[in-house]
């Protein structure tokens, strides 16, 4: 199969120096993050330029490590591996990351990710909106120690080593700190277009790249749909009558870019040289699985896994009228 | 290589050494039954001693769990005969381990480097390491032990015995396109090239989703250490536990993405081990209950 080449030109990642480079600039890794943080922490929806100012000094009993780390697009391997790239996959700017220790009690480790919009924190926070509503944030999800939650173009992720009562209070306790004076902020718009009929709770997710699609939904290994950077993507699952069916909306920047996303999909996933560029249209595939395909001005819309033809017909048709 | 799509899993046409390494296709494929049969062997100990209740692990279970894997893998009763078999006097061994995010229990390092120790190489020539002080990196080893956790990971599908690797290649990052699909680069470096006598895998805490980032509602008590000297059928067994306890934990079929394609790969690009279940056999000892394999 001659699939085209993954479009990786906007998410390559940073590739990492030899190893002398790579000393030198660790060294020089966190201070100059710094900087960047105090040159644009005026950003919308962030309470201060001061990074020493974002985090408390202490919350039930754990004190805050004197040292805050910062660690910016080209340095987010030296703190996180290839952990980074899920946020390289999203507008990423910074993280800042901040120790807090108790005698006697394991380490609560505090990150704060600066995303370019809402829009990109609300797409990192949806890799995992599970667990217990605390009310943190825009939304949040506290789960055996960890609390995630965004808000504005913040996500925070606060992790205790070991949670205790005492760990739980006290991460709870920093993420209402940390979410003190930061705006809200909208949104993806695309997900209003979701047809709410049948939609799972929780289940949707916003991303821009193949590489958050393949993690949330595997496709295929090129870059079949051509999502990039530019690219928005809903998806979402719906179970209707117990069927597990999922939507996938992207939008491009063009009706000319989502005409040939379209033909491309067509083309190389469903196999269809000849009528690639028929919309609506619903093929039966494999295991009596069914695939629903729509192109509507500049959005293309795809049903998987439907094992009904009426399933996929309805929530292709509920996309329709809601693009 | 072949590019794949979902299609190409749901219709077996990326079944054989591929598919059968990867999430989206059947998962009945049967180890193999007998030792004969298989080309490559990995044993999994467990036992529900070697966690705690508050998540750390007994150092003294998980020495002897690894003496005895080591010793059934090696054919020998003796638990220094068996780590002889693997490592000699006069190696220099590295044991590279997992340090960040997942990282490998201390417990576990203690008792590869006691391992090393009974196999006669002194204290001062085992290095342990990560990152810019992976052993074999700057200062060179005549042996690897690989010793990493074992984990999901949200760009590979799994992050653990090939990938544990990646550190070596000059440029680690360049390996991430196409879920990893080529780590199995790393493992060509000439530094290290050849050099793996053993793999072990610590499995006593794992985590089966969103890795390698810690997520403690993902991560489960298994107990479990796997050994080997074939790193992609060792991977092939952590895939298959991680993906089983996927589905146990939803209820429903949670398929592990993306594929861990760099499984495939190492198999059949690098010829680093096997990935197919029917010729890797498995032995399995000591505690059984929620064994996933």
Redesign the interface.
């Known amino acids: 199969m001659a699939l085209c080449d993954p479009n990786r030109n906007s998410e390559a990642p940073s590739q990492r120096p030899a190893t002398q480079r790579a000393k030198t600039r660790a060294r020089l890794a966190a201070p100059l993050a710094l900087l960047a943080w105090l040159a644009t922490a005026c950003a919308p929806g962030l309470r201060s330029m001061n990074p020493q100012a974002t985090f408390p000094d202490e919350a039930n009993g754990w004190r805050a490590a004197d040292r805050i780390r910062a660690f910016d697009r080209s340095t987010i391997f030296e703190y996180m591996d290839g952990a980074g790239e899920l946020y390289l996959a999203y507008d990423f700017r910074r993280v800042l990351v901040r120790e807090y220790t108790r005698p006697g009690a394991r380490r609560i480790i505090a990150e704060v990710y600066d995303m370019s919009s809402s829009q990109d924190a609300y797409g990192v926070f949806t890799h995992d909106p599970e667990g217990e509503d605390v009310g943190v944030g825009q939304d949040n999800a506290y789960a055996a120690g960890l609390l995630c939650f965004w808000k504005g173009p913040r996500f925070v992720r606060i992790l205790a080593e070991q949670e205790t009562p005492q760990a739980r209070q006290a991460v709870i306790t920093l993420g209402r700190s940390l979410a003190e004076g930061v705006a809200e902020g909208p949104r993806p718009a695309l997900l209003n277009r979701l047809p709410p009929d049948h939609l799972a709770a929780g289940s949707a997710r916003y991303f821009h790249t193949q590489v958050s699609l393949n993690y949330f939904y595997y496709l295929a290994d090129a870059n079949v749909l051509r999502l990039s950077p530019q690219t928005e993507v809903v998806m979402a699952v719906y179970r209707p009558k117990g069927e597990k069916i999922t939507l996938l909306i992207v939008s491009y920047e063009s009706r000319r870019q989502a005409q040939q996303a379209y033909r491309q999909f067509g083309r190389l996933y469903l196999e269809d040289t000849a009528e690639a560029d028929r919309s609506p249209r619903i093929e039966a595939l494999e295991g009596g699985r069914h695939v629903g395909a729509l192109l509507k001005g500049q959005c293309v819309a795809l049903v998987f896994d439907a094992v009904s033809r009426a399933a996929c017909e309805r929530l292709l048709a509920g996309a329709a009228a809601a693009l | 290589m ?6 190409d899993f ?2 077996g046409t990326a079944a054989g050494a591929l598919g059968a390494s990867m999430g ?1 296709c059947p998962r009945d494929v049967a180890f193999a039954a007998e030792p004969g049969e298989a080309k490559s062997r990995v044993i999994l100990i467990r036992d529900e001693r070697a966690m705690r209740a ?2 750390t692990p007994d150092a003294r279970v998980v020495e002897t769990m690894l003496n005895k894997a080591v010793c059934r893998l090696a054919g020998k009763d003796d638990p220094a005969a068996a780590w002889k078999t693997y490592l000699h006097p006069d190696d220099t061994v590295g044991i590279k381990v997992t340090l ?2 997942i990282s490998t229990h201390k417990e576990v390092i203690d008792a590869v480097r006691a391992g090393a120790q009974k196999a006669g190489v002194p204290d001062g020539k085992i290095l342990v390491g990560d ?2 002080n992976s052993p074999g ?2 200062t060179p080893v005549t042996a690897l032990v690989n010793v990493p956790s074992l984990k999901a ?4 599908g799994i ?1 653990c015995v090939i990938k544990n690797y ?1 550190v070596y290649h ?5 390996l ?6 080529e780590l199995g680069a790393a493992w060509e470096v000439p530094a290290i090239k050849g050099k793996t006598r053993l793999v072990v895998v610590d499995g006593l805490f794992p985590l089966f989703d ?8 993902y991560r489960w008590p298994y107990g479990g250490i796997l050994v080997g000297t074939d790193p992609v059928a060792v991977d092939a067994v952590c895939l298959r536990i991680l993906q089983a306890k996927r589905d146990a934990f939803r209820g ?1 079929p949670w ?1 592990l ?3 861990p ?1 760099s499984l495939a790969v190492a198999d059949t690009k690098y010829h680093l081990g096997t990935s197919a279940p029917e010729k890797i056999h498995l032995l399995k000892l000591g505690w059984d209950r929620d064994a996933f394999v």
Not at chain 2, 170 to 174: E, G, L, N, V
């Open positions: 072949k590019h794949y799509t979902r299609r749901l219709r989206l508050d998540n960040y995010m990152r810019g990196k700057d990971h949200h760009m590979s992050g990646i000059p440029q680690p990052a360049s991430h396109p196409d879920s990893c699909a969103k890795g390698p980032q810690v997520t403690p509602k429903e398929p993405n993306p594929p394609k």
